[in-house]
């Protein structure tokens, strides 16, 4: 659901009109956007392409997801058939979750957005055929939902004899639903063609004739979130209020139905919340419905409610890595400050969550802010999800490991090629491939620069094309350099957000602070003359008649910086985090051979040099990246029980590349006092 709903209504040639999601802001959608291959996110979105899509798609043949679709399809075409009673036929035998569809689902819409930048008839003609796959069960009023389909005397054990019985708990429906139209929506805004997009509009109106207030309808409201920003997309897509009704209706009926759970939070009506509970991945994609759904609606009380939500997460139970999800147990938020480092969740999927949110509270109100801490979650929570090469994965993204701590479901402490319950990789397929579409964003003559990334970009700036350049070794140097390569707008503002991490603060709130008295600056000049401004809401504008040629040169300095938590958060007491832009650091053991890193003592004052740094990791999976050290002290035990206090050179890694080496050592917030060595 990654373009916060600005839809080309036409692939065609020629230029139609683009309807309005609704936002103040307008996101540039990824069509418009082409990253610059062997860059740092040109590389992620190869590993995406080359290796995590192939595997996602392999996967959904080897575990039965494809042959769910040709089961159902068979029981369509032979109501009743003999094989219905038999064990290979027992859905809970062969189906390891309700929500296995989406598997499908998500890597296609992932392959949709990597045929937008790389164009490939191959992978263009695989998708139809797995298409023609899932429309085979599809019932005849549209239903498509094959955990029941399949048999539905003996469904999937989590779903129920009648639809939408158990949707409120376990069955997924609705969330089978908001995957295939997130995916059906980047399909037909990448390729033009409406296969999938018929598939997913003959869903989404069974979905409305059966599911809403009126008589005779299932009055529920989805047990995981997602059909909600989903449906919205879709109104914004097709134009047919319908779509946007129905969002509305499975927001407005939260906490009001016969389920009240605090898990799913549906504990009260949304309007009533205040404050992020519950399982996080869920709460993020409501949370970025609602925000949807008020955008279109111009309703106050949502609005009202996602500004003290977000106000909570960023303010009380948002991890120094852009994470969150404290409790493994309900992969929920915990209570406010309840941040453990050991034992945190901090799923991979909640943090794309998160990214969701940000953006569109950006797309509200315009503030820089909602940008820094977006770009936090990407570079630091998501990507410590996927492997360097794409093929291996994270579930749960903790910030400390003893190498022991059994963090993944399947008992693991590293990263895998796949799991059972595969949302994470498979929305990181989606995902990453999405990134062009975060970068850009327009309102009246305003350009917002929010990105920093290798690309080039041709936006409609007041109705006119703009092509704009950027080149750039962000994230491990500060320089930007942006090219107006032709433009027909001539007079806009270009706005050019300067990252709090630079001169202010990690994140707007009081949970952290920086703890150094390091200044960082920055400059932006247009063809060599500094351009003196106020920055507004976080922008530093750049008002002047643009012609072809003209260059933006923006510098941020880069040097390290050490944060501290508030107090409240127990854990980090007594530490401090490193940062470095927009990277978070972590010491590895793999780096640190000596000593134990649990042992190694930050200075009050510490003094880092910045180092390159090639990581030579499992299968292969070798890569650079810009290292830091600091001599600090190793506290040990001599054999009689006394302390030793020695030297040592603590080399720490950027976040999202640990654990390339296999299960060991590491932590994110160091001990900076005795008291806070040995902690966990």
Partial sequence: MLFCLTMVLSMQAKKEAVRTNGYPITQVPFTAVKITPNTFWGDRIRAAREVTIPLAFQKCEETHRYENFKMAAYTLQHPGHEGLNTPKWDVAKFMGFSFDDTDVYKTIEGASYVLQTYPDDKLKAYIDSVLDIVAAAQEADGYLYTARTINPQHPHGWAAHQRWAAEEHA??????????????CAHYQATGSDKFLNIAKRYADCVIREVGAKDGQACVVPGHQIAEMALARLYVLTGEQKYLDEAKFLLDYRGKTKVKNIYSQSDKPVVDQTE?????VRAGYMYAGMADVAALTGDEAYLKAIDAIYNNIVSKKYYITGGVGARHEGEAFGADYELPNLTSYNETCAAISMVYLFHRMFLLHGDAKYIDCMERTLYNGVISGMSVDGGRFFYPNPLSSDGKYKFNADGTTERQPWFGCACCPSNLCRFIPSFPGYMYAVKDNQL????????????QVLGKDVTLSQQTNYPWDGDITLKIEKTKAKAFDMMIRIPGWVDKTPVPSDLYRFADDVLGSYSVKVNGKEVMAELTNGY????????????????????????????????DRGRIAVERGPLVYCAEGADNKDFSIFNFLMPRRPHFSVTDCDIKGLRDVNFSVKAVEVDGQVVEQNPRGEAVVKGARLTMIPYYAWNHRGAGFMEVWMPQTISALGNY
């Avoid at 992020?276 to 996080?280: D, L, T, V």
């Fill in 171 to 184: 069955s997924h429906e609705l969330y089978n639903l908001g995957h295939m139209v997130d995916a059906a």
């Fill in 276 to 280: 992020a509970w519950g399982h996080a």
């Fill in 448 to 459: 917002y620069v929010n990105l920093f990334a290798g690309n080039m970009a041709t936006i």
């Fill in 540 to 571: 530093l504008c750049v008002n002047r008649q643009w012609k072809k040629g003209d260059i933006v040169t923006i510098h941020f300095d880069m040097p390290v910086r050490t944060v501290k938590a508030n107090p409240a958060v127990k854990d």
